[in-house]
């Protein structure tokens, strides 16, 4: 068995990625933040037990970025040129080329902002898939959308119809699961970097703060990247 851990992930180029951080950042900081971002989240997918057996991935685009993904993410990661535009198609092909052509037995595809997400979280959305029966898996965002989702089958109503970067992507997702009976898992909440209040967030963490909305057996990751990247910069 083998689990695929996709991040979904963009080059980090000023001016395209991070813009409602680049807001009051600057577009070159928020995109080498962005690159810190996705580093830290993918040594999180490193460090799931290899009891557990997964393989990771960069989901990315867009085309033609590969040489700059391969010097940011890990050797042993796998590159997957995301399907189209629509975010929703991109979610939907994802998880049926890892679940088919290259055929892991369930798929894990996680939000790449998320730089201090705990690898706990990672290492129960496995075996909540494994264990019989099929379900989807959902770590809620405080945002109202999630930072990961968990299948071991091809369910592309999931992903039909989302108003994506709204409130409304979790709850309307949980619709969509209901409305074909499959069964829902939810992980604790976390959160991801979009704007100036989840950055203040996760500058309170990596100060020594955990999150309020965090369970207290809940530890983020290192974010190793980041806090360096945070270090270097006076107060924005």
């Not at 939000?111 to 979280?121: Q, W, Y």
């Not at 019989?132 to 809620?140: A, E, N, Q």
Request: proline share 8%; charged share 20%.
């Amino acid at each position: 068995m083998s689990a695929a851990l996709g991040i979904m992930c963009k080059a980090p180029h000023p001016g395209r990625t991070k813009t409602r951080l680049a807001a009051f950042l600057g577009a070159e900081r928020a995109a080498r933040l962005s690159g810190c971002f996705l580093k830290d989240v993918a040594q999180a997918v490193l460090a799931v037990p290899d009891a557990l057996g997964s393989q990771g991935y960069g989901v990315y685009a867009p085309a033609g970025s590969e040489a700059e993904l391969e010097e940011i993410l890990p050797p042993s990661f796998r590159l997957l040129l995301q399907d189209g535009n629509d975010f929703g198609l991109v979610l939907g092909s994802a998880v049926q080329r890892l679940l088919g052509e290259a055929g892991h037995d369930c798929v894990v595809l996680i939000n790449s902002d998320s730089p201090t997400l705990p690898v706990a979280l990672l290492t129960t959305a496995i075996t909540a898939l494994r264990r019989p029966g099929d379900r989807v898996v959902l770590g809620p965002a405080i945002d109202g959308g999630y930072t990961l989702i968990g299948l071991k089958r091809d369910h592309p109503e999931l992903f039909a119809e989302i108003p994506w970067s709204t409130g409304e992507v979790l709850r309307l997702t949980l619709e969509r699961a209901a409305g074909i009976a499959l069964a829902v898992e939810m992980l604790p909440l976390w959160y991801d970097i979009d704007d100036l209040e989840t950055f203040r967030v996760l500058q309170a963490e990596v100060a020594g703060t955990p999150p309020a909305f965090a369970p207290p057996s809940l530890i983020g990751g290192p974010a190793k990247e980041t806090r360096a990247m945070l270090a270097e910069w006076p107060e924005p």
